[in-house]
């Protein structure tokens, strides 16, 4: 059976060619790029060559790229890094739809005598503006907000966010984990200070990611020790995997656009057929600006985690932001801060597209996905309730059932 | 490592006794689709009143939960109520061959589903004894 990945998410395929570039750094070209003989030059070339590929992909300068492990440790360094570096400014503001890279430690740091606003965002994911005018304080050190959702896709408008933080004289980071590779990014013309961005998350390999800091923008080390980085994170290079990162990310200056458009069709060919073939199925964001590579529904009447075993079983890989499929057993933090009801947020599915996805595959999905949401209704409580009675058995606080029906119409 | 057990996974796949007995003698329903898992048992028992002649099941929720229905169903099927009242949460997870841990507590809901089930029919039967219980 051949396997269907979508779930982008949680983590590119690597490409051939970055492979390629990264096997010598794991045979004979070994070196510590901090030594000083030949061996140790060339790795610290090799480094040095993927930082300018990485500043090349988003309009950065090359000393403004550090490299890290994981997106995770990027939006730690970035949070911890600025906070821990102010004298007086003890206030930060993330949303309420931040990965948890950012919100905990958002809330570690509010542990520790800081002081924490979270920001709310609107039913397709969109920050609230206002609410981060009245947030902001004389004292506020740093906004974090996401540049687009790996869950629902919505991407932000950063520019205008940037606009608003700069002129209550904060700085500003934004977890681009989902969105570089995926979207043109320039930051000469986007005035963020501090940028997250993974290599697992466009064709890369793992472990290896960057934060960008903008020049002048203060940052407390988190990992200390060593003088990688310009002293700025400690600790020996991973070498092979931050080569991959800077391939990765010079193929995709180049293929982006050609990758975006045939990733489109495929991703709309989902939000299109999906509700023709299911009831009461909902897009979750914005239904237009969204990324490229994603589709997200709630599917009303079961539960996210049985659609993703039996998806599994016909070789689909998808996932789902349902309680059980979280470690914590809690239903997405996403899907509540856009008001989905706590019932419809279980049976959600996230589908995240890749260049290697082919038409067969969308088809596939389309042809294996609604009977597999039949047979879970024809067990579900909800769903015999909800056909006899014709009322939903549950409707907690912020249930939005017509926003997901506005959603279907737009379509 | 795969994340459920085979036995898991047939009974998830192939759920025994789904459905709903529309003139049951018992009924009941435990959990909640907020937390993930909500399960609806229905029972038909003998006219003596000793015996679950029929058991069904409607559930909401994860692989892990339409398992212990399932299994649940099978368990006590054809059994004495004071059999089924002995089925604890620890013995559907055995017979499955185990759940991961994080599921022990909010999908293994089956047993308690039964016994409710069971309760609602007794307190139907005898409205009585209610009151001297208590």
């Known amino acids: ?411 | 490592m795969p994340l459920y057990s085979e036995k898991v996974m047939d009974h998830f796949q192939h759920p025994r006794n789904v459905g709903e007995i529309p003139d049951a003698d018992g009924i009941g329903e435990v959990g909640n689709p907020v937390c993930g898992d909500m399960m609806t048992f229905y029972i038909k028992v003998s006219p003596d009143g000793k015996t679950l002649e029929d058991i069904k099941f409607k559930t909401f929720g994860c692989g892990a939960a339409i398992a212990v229905s399932s299994m649940v169903s099978e368990m006590a099927r054809g059994k004495t109520i004071e059999e089924a009242l002995k089925i604890t949460r620890d013995m559907v997870a055995q017979e499955l061959g185990g759940l991961p841990a994080n599921k022990m507590h909010c999908s293994n809901l089956g047993a308690d589903a039964l016994r409710k089930a069971i309760e609602d029919y007794q307190r139907k039967k005898y409205p009585e004894r209610k009151n001297e219980k208590k």
Not at chain 1, 179 to 199: C, F, M, R, T, Y
Not at chain 1, 279 to 284: F, K, P, T
Request: contains cysteine.
């Open chain 1, 1 to 411: 059976m051949k396997e269907i990945y979508l779930d982008a998410s949680n983590g590119t395929p690597l490409d051939e060619r970055v492979l390629e570039k990264m096997l010598p750094y794991l045979k004979e070209e070994f070196g510590n790029p901090s030594s000083l003989y030949s061996l140790g030059g060339r790795a610290q070339e090799a480094i040095e060559n993927a930082r300018k590929n990485v500043s090349e992909l988003i309009g950065a300068n090359p000393e403004e790229i550090i490299f890290t492990s994981s997106g995770s440790e990027s939006n730690n360094l970035a949070i911890k890094g600025v906070m821990l570096s102010q004298n007086k400014k003890k206030h930060l503001i993330v949303s309420a739809i931040e990965h948890f890279s950012v919100l905990h430690p958002a809330r570690s740091l509010s542990r520790l005598g800081y002081e924490l606003s979270i920001v709310g965002v609107d039913h397709q994911g969109y920050l609230n503006l206002a609410e981060l005018k009245n947030a902001l304080r004389p004292d506020t050190a740093l906004v974090s907000i996401q540049y687009a959702s790996p869950e629902i896709g919505t991407i932000q408008n950063i520019a205008e966010i940037a606009r608003i933080v700069h002129s209550a004289g904060a700085i500003l980071h934004t977890d681009a984990v989902a969105a570089v590779g995926q979207i043109p990014i320039n930051l000469k013309e986007l005035p963020v200070d501090l940028l997250s961005l993974s290599a697992s998350q466009f064709y890369g390999p793992k472990g290896a990611a960057a934060l960008f800091v903008r020049r002048g923008v203060r940052l407390l080390p988190q990992i200390e020790g060593g003088i990688q980085e310009l002293g700025r994170r400690a600790g020996l290079e991973n070498v092979a995997a931050i080569v991959g990162l800077g391939e990765a990310a010079r193929l995709l200056k180049q293929e982006m656009s050609e990758n975006n458009q045939r990733i489109i069709a495929l991703r709309d060919r989902l939000i299109e057929e999906l509700p023709k073939r299911i009831d009461y199925i909902y897009l979750n964001g914005d239904p237009k600006n969204r990324l490229p590579n994603n589709a997200h529904f709630s599917i009303e009447f079961i539960e996210g985690e049985a659609m993703l075993l039996f998806l599994d079983q016909e070789g689909i890989a998808v996932s789902s932001g349902s309680a059980c499929t979280s470690r914590a057993l809690k239903a997405s933090h996403v899907l509540s801060a856009i008001g989905v009801d706590a019932a419809l947020a279980q049976g959600s599915l996230n589908f995240g597209l890749t260049r290697y996805n082919q038409k067969e595959d969308i088809e596939q999905v389309l042809e294996k996905l609604p009977p597999i949401v039949k047979r879970l209704r024809e067990m579900s409580p909800l769903w015999s309730h909800f056909q006899k009675t014709g009322e939903r058995m549950v409707a907690g606080p912020g249930t939005d059932y017509e926003h997901g029906e506005d959603n279907e119409q737009e379509k």
